[in-house]
């Protein structure tokens, strides 16, 4: 017997509906209006418009004519591609040799690394800049992406996963003579492949979105990201806002069409069944 | 033989872990060190030591009328958007825990912040809340200043970090709720609970660890906000959103005030280590060991 739906069930039920949608829709207002306001003329914003009354599509054009903000782009893009894979190749040879491999001293390095969660890169900001500017990294995408290469968190998540996965394969692979780099690469990483990819993802959006750090460790517009370089177009100040949100479209639709299709997947990772 | 092999394999551990520890030696151990022990030197502008101050740092930077408001102007913050936030995103996530045809699509939309940077949504709430002649108060009949009047410019700036924190803060909620035993939820419907009892009393206690997870982060993002501001309203109007961070990034970058600086670096890290010792004794399990 299934439950009985009495009529204050359905009011309740459909209460519940209508606050999910205005919520979502307040939610998605201010990626909805981005779009929309990128085809706006500069009549549109002192209207206060929502849509635009004839789409600008030359809002878009400039924001391809400036030099600087192509290069800022590849700058963004190759800075957080190699802030990925560096960061990833890192945590996983740590998170296997602290889950793997027996030594003397784990518990002492376990908490070294650990600790540093207590250290926010925030209250370091000027000595960290000190280093990257004593190591000749200012203007590079060494310095940019420097502080961004370790994180205890996705240590410890990629540490979850390879507990998960066993000892059992491990010493399988060691009795057939396997090396352990040919058994993190064959074995261990497609069996955290959820895990793996979280950390990815979430490096590849940290360092892309990233404002402060490469706004302090960068000098000369060819060397800014596209997000620090964004609040510098001079779009704003010339009174083309329209052309600004043409910029920040560019630079944020990539990202919204990733995350529909990785989203599975991340939530794969976090939801145990 | 065994000697040489358990040698052979130690000397492995620690190469595989030489890249993570070089890191966090260069880029949090060592700058946190200097920082904690310049706080009681006398440092030049240049960096270069120059004397021992003992405490006058700390005396200097609480005489400063600029921090005292920081630190006043951080609670504020604190105290408005801690709640706000949790009760947002919990409402999102507990809305949207069961799985339905249907579902995909707000899960998508509360899950998009994470994919706009802080400097996306940073710019596009300047021009949204832009004044008085403003889109939103359009759209909402309300007729305030927004980034023009303190008041205003603390409301935005609540609004603008509700949405940065967002998108993680769902995805961490609702994967909690849907990892939750079917069985227990099952037994407890069984037994004549549902709607709001089920929910309040079955479902929220279970998923506790991650809301926890999730208050600590929106505490640890509200106490340390500075770039947000830096786009947002500079600190302004009259130094109304200036936080401690921002007067952090202010002091040590643009004043060069090397005293105030690692002082206040002192602070911070000695207030995050105390939060840390607290919120990891507060959960029963640490991370580490699942």
Redesign the interface.
Known sequence: MG?VRRPFDTF?FIL?KV??AI??LV??F??L??FS?SLFSARD?GN?A?LPSSPRWSNYTRVFALRDFGIQLVNSIGTALLAAAIRT???I??A???TH????G?GL??S???M????????????????VATLGLLDSWAGII??S??S??Q??LL??SF?AVGRDPYDAARMDGAT?IRYIRSVLIPLSTPAILTVLVQTL?TV??G??WP??VTNRPRTRTI??G??MLGF?ESGE?GA??AA?VV??LP??I???FA?KK??NA???? | MRTKIRRKNELKAWLFLLPALLLAALFWWYPALTGFVQSFLTVNRNGDVTGFAGLSNFRLLFSDKAFLNSLRVTLTFVLLFVPANTFLTLLAASMTRRKNRFSSIPEYVFFAPVAVSLSAYSLLMRELFRGSASVINRLTGLSGGWITTPAGAMATLVILGIFLDFGLDYILLMSAFRSIDRNVVEAARMDGAGGWRLFFHIELPMIKETVMVTVFLALKDALLISAPIIILTEGGPFRSTETVMFYYYIEAFKSGNRAVQNALSALVLTLAAIAMVIYTNTRRKRPWDR
């Open positions: 439950p309740k519940r606050v999910l919520l979502a939610i998605a201010p990626i209006y981005m306001s914003f206060l929502l190749t890192v945590i040879l740590a296997f040799a602290l491999l027996n030594f003397r784990r390095v376990l070294l690394l650990v540093t969660l207590f250290v926010p890169q925030e209250a370091i900001l000027y000595q960290n800049y000190r280093t420097a502080t290469l370790f205890a968190a240590m410890l540490m979850g507990i352990d959006i892309f979105n404002y402060l706004l302090l997000q620090t964004l609040t704003a806002t600004q949100m920040i630079i944020t990202f919204l990733l995350l529909a989203k991340i939530e976090l939801i145990r069944k």
